[in-house]
Each structure stands twice: as structure tokens, then as C-alpha cells.
């Protein structure tokens, strides 16, 4: 089984719909990161959680919020959905060593 | 402010040796990173290099860092199809936590 899963892997969504999206990790880790990925602009940080009651703002978290249920689960929401939020997220989690483990990725489209 | 930057491609025929340079900003980053995505996958971390160090060698994979300079390399040597991916480049932020990415050379092997 995979050690970081996410859900949904696609979803479609209205402009104005609260969508949320899922991450879920077995690594036991500490640290968790929502990630968005986009064409030629690379990976940018949104939020991150070093444990449950630690959230931190990251490069982009305009339009998003987050929810650390547990150690294990990070879910990224997006409250009001808009098209240039269409894009490629990612989660990842760290031991707060050298390496972040990234899920598979959700893609996201608004329309 | 900090900046990872890095060619956006590179084409290479298999059997050749790819190089893919990166230059930050930060010089007080403990770790620098090479991660790999795979087309629909998350990313995966191929390599990293301490900041003490100028060469890490891993099999095909040899990383250079000039520190002086702030400018890393990636070399694969013997490139294959199976090669061909997006390199992120990434140092660690200011305060340690998180990470900034490049935003990643399409590397594309030709056989």
C-alpha cells in the first residue's frame, strides 16, 4: 500500500462549489505540506502542519484553508472554488529529516 | 527573497550524459535536493547533497555544488528513456520548514 494516498486522484468542479481534498499518510510523521503544482511554474507551498495543532501559512494560501484531524490526515479545502485555482496538488509528509514523501497527486479542474 | 531557478528543458539522446543546472539563493541551506517526477506521479527524491560537500556520487547519478557560485548540477550518465521525467531542483527554506522548488527541467530522451 501506498504511504501517502490522496482523494480524490481527479475531480471537476463548478466555480463557487466548496470542494475539499484528502490526504492521508502511514509514515507516522509529524510534518504534512499541501503542495499546488501548475505548468512552468513549479511546486508552491500552501500550508503546512508540524503536528496536530500546528498549521502555517505557506507561499500561496490565499482562497485555501486546511484541517489536521490526526497525525496521519491533512485535508486542504477550498471554500468558493475559481478557475485559477485549476491545478495539480499534491501532499507530502517529512520526518523533518532530508526527504519530503509525496502522494500521487489529485488534479483538479474548475470550470 | 529566496529563488530556485533551473532550465525549463533538455533533449538528449539515449546514451549521452544529460546535465541539469540549478542556482539558488539561499546560501544557508543545510541540504540541497533533486527530485523526480514520472509523468502522473507525485515526486519521488532521486538525490541530495550536504552543503559541505562539492560532489556526491550515486551509480549514474554524480551532483555538483559550487557553493561559491550557488549553483548545482545534476549529471546522469548512460541517459535512458526510462530517464526522461521533471528534475526539481529544492533547497530548504530560511527557517527550515519547508522546502523551495525550481520549477522543474522537462528532461526528454530520444532514442
Known amino acids: 500500500d501506498a504511504d501517502v494516498t490522496q482523494t480524490p486522484r481527479n475531480r471537476i468542479t463548478k466555480t463557487g462549489k466548496r470542494i475539499m481534498l484528502e490526504c492521508s499518510q502511514t509514515?507516522?510523521?509529524?510534518?504534512m505540506y499541501w503542495y499546488r503544482q501548475d505548468p512552468g511554474l513549479g511546486l508552491r507551498l500552501i500550508y503546512y502542519s508540524f503536528d496536530v495543532k500546528d498549521i502555517n501559512k505557506g507561499e500561496i494560501s490565499d482562497g485555501y484553508s486546511v484541517s489536521r484531524q490526526a497525525q496521519a490526515k491533512f485535508s486542504l479545502s477550498l471554500e468558493s472554488a475559481i478557475p485559477n485555482q485549476t491545478a495539480l496538488y499534491f501532499c507530502?509528509?517529512?520526518?523533518?529529516?532530508?526527504?519530503?514523501?509525496f502522494g500521487p497527486g489529485t488534479r483538479l479542474t474548475v470550470l | 527573497g529566496e529563488d530556485v531557478e533551473q532550465s525549463l528543458f533538455l533533449s538528449v539522446r539515449e546514451g549521452d550524459s544529460s546535465v541539469i543546472n540549478c542556482t539558488y539563493t539561499d546560501s544557508s541551506s543545510t541540504y540541497l535536493y533533486w527530485y523526480k517526477q514520472e509523468p502522473g506521479a507525485g515526486l519521488q527524491l532521486l538525490t541530495y547533497?550536504?552543503?559541505?560537500?562539492d560532489m556526491k556520487q550515486d551509480q549514474r547519478l554524480t551532483v555538483l555544488l559550487n557553493k561559491k557560485d550557488k549553483h548545482l548540477s545534476l549529471r546522469i550518465a548512460d541517459t535512458q528513456t526510462g530517464d526522461s521525467a521533471i528534475y526539481f531542483c529544492?533547497?530548504?527554506?530560511?527557517?527550515?520548514?519547508?522546502?523551495?522548488f525550481g520549477k522543474g527541467t522537462t528532461l526528454s530522451v530520444s532514442s
Open positions: 529544492a533547497e530548504e527554506d530560511q527557517a527550515g520548514t519547508a522546502l523551495i
Open positions: 547533497i550536504f552543503s559541505n560537500m
Open positions: 509514515k507516522g510523521h509529524d510534518r
Open positions: 507530502a509528509t517529512s520526518s523533518g529529516a532530508n526527504e519530503q514523501f
